[in-house]
């Protein structure tokens, strides 16, 4: 367990619900109300849907439960939980990937919550913004992102039950009261049928091993498994937590913040755009959007509010990003909580500039191209987001798997989940070991092998 005199820098949930809050907000994010809508819409929507929630609970629920056992067990970061449960260096090689990843990922995913910020001013003043003109302006973009990884900062600074989860009580509801607010509204417009049609009733002759990868990609990458953010947050668990019930609680979240994103978006879409190819990418959000509100009654307030909700999405992942590096700082180096904090964040700062650069055509930094395992990638922000945001995460999730179901005895990962969880035996207790030990790492293994280009053309989940 953590070092007493550590222990108060580390500090613990002072309750199972601001456990499920954080832990949810870290899991509920970006990827869910911009990437889920856009990965819809290229996929054939209701299909899309259907194969993401089947893996959300035959693969990504097991995973969580997987990582916060580990953390809970350890009491530590994820190198220190690993170490202490006697991983060697190879295994603790995917403790390191975690504390990367979660850096890494917070540089360049707080420039798009920088966009976010951006977009509720001109939301509301009303002010007509294109997309691509607005991304390549480094004067606007910069300063944006510095000021949410600033509120990043501020947050983390007051510790894990004063900072992280007094916030995520504070903004998760209010992510969830925005989303049902503009949901309900879209929903009820004239011609909104179609698109619920689309988005709701699965076409399962869409359904194809690409659809079936992307789902089990997004899957991973909403439920934040694979990060290590699940590891350390399950190390300040008490111990007579429920972890089953918590971890049902944070999937059960974070896929109805997702389903709600699809219903804010694709009702709208066919009822006010009704030409527009509901396939139009990582633009749907910022660009096609605020033309969809522009179209609604109020739609500025409707339009600024969406935003908000963007930017709490956003602040609720990059909290938990930035504590993963924190903890390992103050876990194994012995640091204080506010000089880890703001080396990290001042850190992050820097490193976010070529991301922000990035979007500028002709740029150093949008030139940057090199192949990785057969993937052509372009642009610092593209590289970042491949190695670290996708390829890296899948490494991780199948190591962390392969760790506990076989280079540990899985029975006491099981005895952990147990703990506080009587229910947790028989049949599901048997399901869950059975999954980590052989469904997870054979459909992460392919899922990696398709990622590298093995059964034709690469392809990024």
């Not at 606007?140 to 600074?157: E, G, N, Q």
Request: include cysteine.
């Amino acid at each position: 367990m953590a070092n007493i005199s550590n222990t108060e820098e580390r500090g613990q949930f002072g309750s199972s619900l601001g456990f499920i809050m954080a832990a949810a907000g870290s899991a509920v994010g970006l990827g869910n109300i911009w990437r889920f809508p856009y990965l819809t819409g290229e996929n054939g929507g209701g299909a899309f849907v259907f194969v993401y929630i089947l893996c959300v609970l035959l693969i990504g629920l097991p995973l969580l439960f997987n990582e916060i056992a580990l953390g809970r067990r350890s009491g530590k970061n994820p190198i220190g939980a690993i170490r202490d449960t006697g991983g060697n260096k190879f295994w603790q090689s995917a403790g390191v990937l975690c504390v990367l990843v979660c850096f890494f990922v917070f540089s360049y995913y707080s420039v798009i919550a920088g966009w976010t910020v951006g977009y509720i001013f001109t939301e509301i003043i009303n002010i007509p913004v294109d997309f691509e003109e607005f991304v390549e302006t480094p004067m606007y973009v910069i300063p944006l992102t510095f000021v949410f990884i600033l509120a990043t900062i501020l947050i983390v600074l007051g510790g894990v039950s004063g900072g992280i989860e007094k916030a995520a009580k504070f903004l998760m509801p209010i992510l969830f009261i925005i989303i049902i607010f503009i949901a309900g509204r879209s929903v009820t417009l004239e011609g909104a049928q179609a698109g619920i049609e689309y988005y709701l009733y699965p076409d399962f002759s869409k359904i194809n091993s690409t659809v079936i990868l992307q789902a089990l990609g997004q899957a991973f990458f909403s439920m934040s498994v694979g990060w290590g953010l699940m590891i350390t947050f399950g190390s300040y668990l008490q111990k007579d937590a429920n972890i089953p019930q918590a971890g049902g609680w944070i999937a059960g979240m974070d896929t109805a913040v997702a389903l709600l994103g699809g219903l804010m978006v694709f009702p709208a879409l066919f009822a006010l755009l009704p030409g527009k190819d509901p396939s139009a990418g990582p633009a749907l959000v910022f660009d096609v959007l605020p033309r969809v509100f522009d179209a609604m009654p109020g739609g500025n307030l409707i339009g600024g509010l969406f935003f908000i909700l963007l930017m709490v999405a956003a602040l609720t992942s990059t909290i938990s990003m930035l504590e993963v590096p924190v903890a390992y700082l103050i876990d194994d180096r012995k640091w204080n909580r506010k000089k880890a904090t703001w080396t990290v964040g001042i850190a992050a700062m820097i490193l976010s500039i070529p991301s922000a650069l990035s979007s500028i055509e002709g740029n150093f930094f949008a030139e940057l191209s090199f192949t990785f395992l057969s993937n052509e990638l372009t642009g610092f922000f593209g590289i970042m987001d491949f190695i670290f945001g996708t390829f890296a995460v899948i490494v991780i999730c199948l190591m962390l798997s392969l760790y506990t179901g076989w280079g540990q005895k899985i029975a006491d990962y099981a005895d952990e989940l147990t703990q506080g969880a009587p229910g947790f035996t028989g049949p599901y207790r048997i399901a869950w070991m059975f999954f980590i030990k052989w469904v997870c790492p054979i459909v992460i293994i392919l899922l990696i092998l398709n990622t590298i280009g093995l059964f034709g053309a690469p392809q990024v989940a």
